[in-house]
């Protein structure tokens, strides 16, 4: 399977907002995004299941992002809000086979993920 295919990363200004999208493909019931900053460790952003539409978000952006589904079939948006400098990092968005049990939850992890894009560079300036 192809990778993902992710847009509308780039340079934004503290408290300025972006919109990420993600285009995913086959079967997949769960999508989501992982971000890693510079030095940092990969982290889960936020999870949307398909079918119920359930969401679950990172204690780090909640109340400032939002995932959900896109102005098409299979696409997916985060938009992010009221950025800061520590939001920044690589994001990639991911996809893969997960239930309403598991999916809008924080019990996944990156190794869950079958499906990954090559990510989308968000650097947050002051």
């Known amino acids: 399977q192809e990778p993902l295919v992710e847009s509308g990363g780039g340079p934004v200004h503290a408290g300025g907002s972006l919109t990420l999208s993600c285009e995913i493909s086959g079967r997949d019931t769960c999508m989501g995004w992982f971000r890693q900053g510079p030095r940092q460790e990969r982290e889960p952003v936020a999870r949307i299941h398909l079918n119920t539409l359930y969401t679950w978000y990172s204690d780090s952006v909640k109340g400032r992002f939002t995932i959900s589904p896109g102005n098409a079939e299979k696409v997916f948006w985060l938009q992010m809000s009221d950025l800061r400098s520590d939001d920044t990092g690589k994001y990639y968005c991911?996809?893969?086979?997960?239930?309403?049990?598991?999916?809008?939850?924080?019990?996944?992890?990156?190794?869950?993920?079958?499906?990954w894009g090559r990510g989308t560079q968000v650097t947050v300036s002051p």
């Open positions: 991911v996809a893969g086979y997960w239930d309403e049990e598991y999916c809008p939850t924080g019990r996944l992890h990156s190794g869950d993920f079958e499906h």
